[in-house]
């Protein structure tokens, strides 16, 4: 549950603070750092975080047809993702608390830690991070669980329009993940720097989002690649 005290409305722009040592605003509730860090996440989607809801975040991003993957990994991984995430973070002293990470490159990144923007150093956030973080995305429809040879499904018929805009085949849009599918998929993943084991769960699809959207997604990277 949250306290009482004010969270940034949806108009307000957070205070840029020049400092490069991460840590959390004294004069903010630590309680409050999960609400401000879904907030800020929320915005980017462009939409609203209703701090006064009985619903846990996850839950009112489904109402948006949105998602949560919990995931656990190293800053390789959010590099991957390329979308904006919610981390888990340890102060000095040895409290934990959640901060939204916006902006990602080789030399600095961008967090909305309670309601102010900090660029720190990857030194700096690596030893602070817990490893944990969580990503808002736009699952594909009748989305369950990973999909893999043999199945089928609303998901697998999604999966090859997707793929279709990604490697420019023409599919049949069956809906059965047949084994030339599955090449398609070793091969995706091959390219994208992941895994090439033909399986596809959230992170798989997290990167066809990507890749399909058209610019409608936000970015975390904010370097081109080579």
């Known amino acids: 549950q949250m306290t009482s005290a004010p969270l940034t409305t949806a108009s307000a722009m957070p205070t840029v603070l020049s400092t490069t040592t991460l840590k959390w605003p004294s004069n903010v509730p630590l309680a409050d750092s999960e609400a401000f860090a879904f907030q800020s996440l929320f915005k980017l989607y462009g939409i609203t975080f209703n701090t006064q809801s009985n619903e846990v975040p996850c839950q009112q991003a489904a109402t948006k047809g949105l998602r949560c993957y919990m995931g656990r990994g190293g800053l390789s991984d959010l590099f991957l993702i390329d979308q904006p995430v919610l981390m888990r973070l340890s102060s000095a002293d040895g409290k934990a608390y959640s901060a939204a990470l916006t902006a990602l490159n080789h030399q600095v990144a961008t967090l909305v830690v309670g309601g102010t923007v900090q660029r720190v150093s990857l030194s700096d956030l690596a030893n602070a991070w817990l ?96």
């Open 131 to 226: 490893g944990q973080f969580v990503v808002i995305w736009n699952a594909p429809p009748s989305f369950k669980s990973e999909l893999r040879l043999n199945q089928r499904g609303a998901t697998v018929a999604w999966m090859r329009h997707a793929m279709e805009a990604v490697d420019g085949v023409r599919d049949n849009g069956s809906d059965v993940f047949d084994a030339a599918l599955e090449r398609r998929v070793r091969a995706f993943q091959l390219i994208e720097g992941m895994q090439p084991d033909g399986l596809v769960g959230s992170r798989t699809l997290i990167r066809l989002n990507l890749r399909t959207s058209k610019g409608n997604l936000p970015h975390l990277v904010t370097e081109k690649k080579g």
